[in-house]
């Protein structure tokens, strides 16, 4: 069992920078690849980033492409979501996720979540 909580979304100008972190439980935490997803009202679940359980490998949505930028630190059980060049569509409800089948960019491959922090990112 695996719990992750997110922490540091807010409220932050278009063009500005934020990070969230989601710390996770357990002695596993390294054995799992690590996503982050988020979800705006009235939008499906999308796919924002993930990086694979030793850092080697990391993916991300068309969308963030070259403004974001996910990494870990296995020894604090903590993945983390840079978010630069902030627009006002990347607001929505980020959530962090967990992997232990493969780094993924489908949901439907994650098997615990975090509860989730809002990002508002104002024009």
């Known amino acids: 069992q695996v719990q992750l909580v997110e922490s540091g979304g807010g409220l932050v100008q278009a063009g500005g920078s934020l990070s969230v972190s989601c710390a996770a439980s357990?002695?596993?935490?390294?054995?799992?690849?690590m996503g982050w997803f988020r979800q705006a009202p009235g939008k499906e679940r999308e796919f924002v980033a993930a990086?694979?359980?030793?850092?080697?490998?990391?993916y991300y949505g068309d969308s963030v492409k070259g403004r974001f930028t996910i990494a870990r630190d296995n020894a604090k059980n903590t993945v983390y979501l840079q978010m630069n060049s902030l627009k006002p569509e990347d607001t929505a409800v980020y959530y962090c996720?967990?992997?232990?089948?493969?780094?993924?960019?489908?949901?439907?491959?994650?098997?615990?979540w975090g509860q989730g922090i809002q990002v508002t990112v104002s024009s």
């Open positions: 996720a967990a992997a232990s089948r493969a780094t993924s960019s489908s949901p439907n491959l994650y098997d615990y």
């Open positions: 357990g002695r596993t935490f390294s054995t799992y690849a």
């Open positions: 990086i694979s359980w030793g850092a080697a490998s990391t």
